[in-house]
């Protein structure tokens, strides 16, 4: 992807933070992919996501769900958690949400569905660097700054 950075988040707060700046800068019908390491931070960024949104509801990993949809904010946020789907060839309507055409879409473990994603996109890697400390890696092909983030 033509577009990178790279952010150093020493805290979760931080981490949200870069989540509500996403929020802000990025179009409807965008669809993020969330890579990293377990317990890296992905679902703390969805919530920092939500809460730019102005989404009051709690924001849990929809590991057992799949999917949650959140409607109650300036946005509408669609999150997925991809992982349970891995060597599951299943059509279960994902693809409706996928790049929702006048919200936010983040998927967590988006290797696992491939074949569902859009070629715009944004893609944010999140590994543990130490107990607080995490490397953020934000690419994408749209048209945005992500400057703006930093």
Known sequence: MENKITIN????????????????????GTTILLCGDLGAGKTTLVRGIAQGLNIK???QSPTFNIMKIYFKGDRPLIHIDAYRLADNDADIGLDEYIGYETGITVIEWPQFIEKLLPEELIKISIFNVNENERNIIIETNLGINLEEIK
């Open 9 to 28: 988040s020493l805290s979760s707060e931080h981490t949200m933070n870069i989540g509500k700046m996403i929020s802000q800068i990025v179009p409807n």
């Open 57 to 59: 509801e709690v924001v």
